[in-house]
């Protein structure tokens, strides 16, 4: 574990320790000046052996569940960040369309990609720019008759692997060895689970099961289930392609998602992770990617006096409930940004956060102006013109989260020892 109770382990280590060291010297001062006070609270020790017994037994379990609580959390955060890590390889940030594929086309042109690379040109913390596209169809092993209804199919741009690849190869031949841009229409790298469940081999014919019928790709390599081939949590079988396979496949044109890899740290084998680089690319991002006119209609709209007054109530209510404390609340940042002129940056990060969205909806819709809520609507669906994910960043707070409460859980059960 990084951090516990939001706080850095580091610090909280120094601080408890010059603490507990404060403590001993000020016990120690206010002994040697009161020795008679001492002797006093020193005789029931073998006075009451049973109580003092009981003391020490009660002190040394609870300290044996605290220790087993930090243990379990440490070991808990390790495995669900080894996880993550290994399953997101170079992906630091994920950009997708704003529109569900559900509702309309979320495959993102040549256009787009380019004006990811515009915007990231020259910015010394990127490592790479991968577009892809990512989708799930059932595939087969015709020798075998083997089928799996659905599995994780990725065609990412060849020439942009670069920052990606560093994980793709087995444990016994080294993680290095597979050279994907040999790649050729009509091929396919598997990963071992697919391999298992389809009883593949190198050589051997995977078929696709698409849109336009059936197609034949020739397996080149078997590789662990780690990076672009990692699969998802539900689906961990998983098979690589050209990117123009895929596209003529499916019928598209353009990816449906563009992966970005942020220089760091190495964290474990060939997976690198820098917290603060990858919270300051988002940003950027995002900005970048924040419609201006919807901004300034959104902007416009919310100075109005009934939507101001009801978001500033919103935020009391927020505030009261936190008891005052500090807290990053992106409606705060909304709340301060109407107090300015023009629109600042933290206005615009504040307004693509789910969680304001869905405050402005519910405060325009109380407002009884139905051209206002139109107004106010219209904007919103207009003002993310990609989805900024920082995946890396977000599975790694999971972890953070999902130990921090289970330390405290047993921490509060220790203390009642």
Not at 33 to 48: D, T
Not at 231 to 239: C, F, L, M
Request: proline share 3%; hydrophobic share 45%.
């Amino acid at each position: 574990m990084e951090k516990l109770f939001g706080v850095e382990m580091n610090v909280l280590a120094i601080w408890l320790s010059s603490l507990m060291v404060l403590i001993f010297l000020v016990s120690v001062l206010l002994a040697s000046r009161n020795r008679i006070l001492v002797k006093l609270a020193l005789r029931n020790i073998p006075r009451r052996k049973a109580q003092t017994a009981l003391i020490i037994v009660g002190l040394m379990l609870s300290t044996t569940i605290i220790m087993a609580a930090l243990a379990i959390g440490d070991s808990i955060n390790g495995g669900i960040r080894l996880g993550a890590l290994y399953s997101l390889g170079g992906t630091d940030i994920r950009l997708s369309s704003s529109v569900s594929s559900r509702f309309g086309d979320n495959y993102l042109d040549d256009s787009m990609v380019d004006r990811v690379r515009s915007e990231l040109d020259g910015d010394q913390r990127i490592d790479g720019i991968m577009p892809l596209v990512r989708e799930q169809m059932p595939v087969v092993n015709e020798q075998s008759k083997k089928t799996l209804s659905s599995a994780v199919v990725v065609g990412p741009k060849l020439d942009s692997i670069t920052g990606f690849d560093g994980l793709i190869g087995t444990e016994e031949e080294g993680r290095t060895k597979v050279d994907l841009a040999v790649m050729q229409d009509g091929e396919t790298i598997i990963n071992r689970p697919m391999a298992d469940d389809l009883d593949l081999e190198i050589g051997d014919l995977l078929t696709l099961i698409s849109p336009v019928g059936r197609s034949d790709h020739k397996v080149l390599d078997i590789v662990d289930p780690v990076g672009i081939l990692g699969g998802t949590e539900s689906t961990r079988a998983s098979a690589m392609f050209p990117d123009v396979s895929l596209q003529r496949l499916f019928g598209r044109d353009g990816y449906n998602m563009i992966e970005i890899s942020v220089t760091g740290k190495e964290i474990v084998e060939f997976v690198t992770h820098d917290e603060e680089a990858s919270k300051d690319v988002t940003k950027k991002l995002k900005l970048a990617f924040t419609n201006s006119d919807a901004s300034e209609a959104l902007f416009e709209n919310l100075k109005t006096p009934f939507i101001r007054d009801a978001l500033e109530n919103k935020l009391a209510e927020q505030e009261s409930a936190a008891r005052g404390s500090d807290t990053d609340d992106p409606l705060s940042d909304l709340v301060k940004g109407l107090d300015q002129d023009s629109i600042t940056d933290e206005f615009k990060i504040a307004a693509i956060d789910g969680g304001t969205q869905a405050t402005i909806f519910e405060v325009a819709e109380a407002s009884g102006d139905p051209d206002l809520a139109k107004s106010v609507f219209e904007s919103l669906g207009a003002l993310v013109e990609i989805k900024v994910d920082p995946i890396k960043n977000r599975s790694l707070q999971f972890a953070e989260m999902i130990s921090s409460g289970i330390v405290v859980f047993f921490t509060i059960f220790g203390s009642f020892s």
